[in-house]
């Protein structure tokens, strides 16, 4: 298995196992514990002034159907354009299909390949969790960002939209949120590297609150994923993950787990998964079992085999070997950061 697989793979898989999931869901199916419903959640900023997060419902929580455009500027610095429909059952159920495609600036969009539908139908719970963007908790989110609401409303499909800005404290770039004004729901925002470049965007350009959802397929994790412990869970997973010993500014673990891919795939290791969140941007690291047998005249300064990185939009990723062991540490932060937590993993 290629390494440009095993990391395909890992972003196919991730879904719900490794990347952001509600805290906790209420009796309507919306996240709590973080700055949904109600009236707003307070907070204290790193000056000790109360501010108020805004009223954020994720679409995927939501009874809809909406298009919406997503945006990603590529390695090469031209942007690729999606044509999005998330449908939701406003009880658990989500699932995300594309319907076009284009690149550069453009505004027409072609029927996207048979190779791009099927990527998006391995990878939408991923594309829903992880690449789309959600508020965390209330004390992650006001002790790293900063954020302001526009004086002006914006349009959008339509609709009145509160325009929210969010500025990171530890310098890993900025985020703008779009609000519907009377439901809350999320209808697009921008992430925007260090140096101010636009790197991602999504925004809705039609949106459905009755839909008829007959014969929809609901979209499933592809394999059986659940919490690791240790020790004790070594034995399943099939290996003994590498400490992490360094993360970035701000970022608490979420979780860790595992995704037992040998059950479906004989010759894919199963997956070890530690995910970390600042409250609006995820950082996760996957690791996979040694690679052939240990060597035995390995000094310590030799444990790292080989490493590289690779990007688009606003996601890196660090990926090599670690003690012969696959390694990926992934998410939407400047090169230096995921250097060091890659360089920190089994110091």
């Not at 949904?36 to 809809?64: I, K």
């Not at 600036?105 to 190779?115: D, F, I, K, M, V």
Request: charged letters at 20%; a negative charge.
């Amino acid at each position: 298995m290629t390494r440009l697989f095993a990391f395909s793979l890992v972003l196919a898989l991730a879904s719900t196992a490794c990347l952001p999931q509600p805290q906790g869901m209420d009796a309507e199916g919306r996240s709590v514990n973080v700055s949904v419903g109600g009236s707003g959640t307070a907070g204290q900023s790193a000056s000790g002034q109360t501010q108020t997060l805004p009223d954020v419902f994720a679409p995927e929580t939501e009874l809809l159907r909406m298009e919406r455009e997503f945006s990603v500027l590529g390695i090469d610095g031209v942007y690729e354009h999606f044509s999005e429909v998330l449908l939701a059952d406003g009880q658990g159920e989500f699932r995300l299909d594309v319907v076009g495609w284009a690149t550069g600036n453009t505004t027409n969009r072609w029927a996207p390949s048979g190779e791009t539908i099927a990527t998006y139908e391995r990878r939408q719970r991923y594309l829903v969790r992880y690449r789309d963007l959600h508020l965390g908790l209330t004390e992650d989110v006001v002790a790293n960002y900063s954020f302001h609401l526009s004086p002006q409303a914006v349009s959008i499909a339509g609709r009145l939209c509160h325009q929210y800005s969010f500025h990171s404290r530890n310098g890993f770039g900025d985020l703008t949120l779009l609000v519907d004004q009377d439901t809350s729901l999320l209808m697009g925002w921008t992430l925007f590297n260090p140096d101010g470049v636009e790197v991602m965007k999504s925004e809705v350009t039609a949106l459905d609150f009755a839909p008829d959802l007959s014969g929809v397929v609901w979209s499933e994790p592809t394999v059986a994923q659940d919490p690791f412990q240790s020790p004790g869970d070594e034995t399943t997973l099939g290996f003994a993950p590498l400490q992490i010993h360094y993360t970035p500014p701000g970022f608490q673990e979420l979780h860790e787990k595992m995704l037992l891919t040998e059950a479906l795939f004989q010759d894919i290791p199963n997956i070890h998964l530690t995910a970390f969140s600042d409250g609006l941007r995820t950082l996760f690291v996957a690791q996979q079992a040694p690679v052939g047998p240990p060597s035995g005249n390995t000094l310590p300064g030799d444990r790292v085999h080989f490493a590289r990185e690779s990007a688009i939009g606003g996601i890196r990723v660090i990926d090599g070997e670690i003690r012969q062991q696959p390694v990926f540490v992934v998410g939407a932060l400047p090169s230096n950061e995921l250097v060091g937590v890659f360089g920190s993993i089994d110091q």
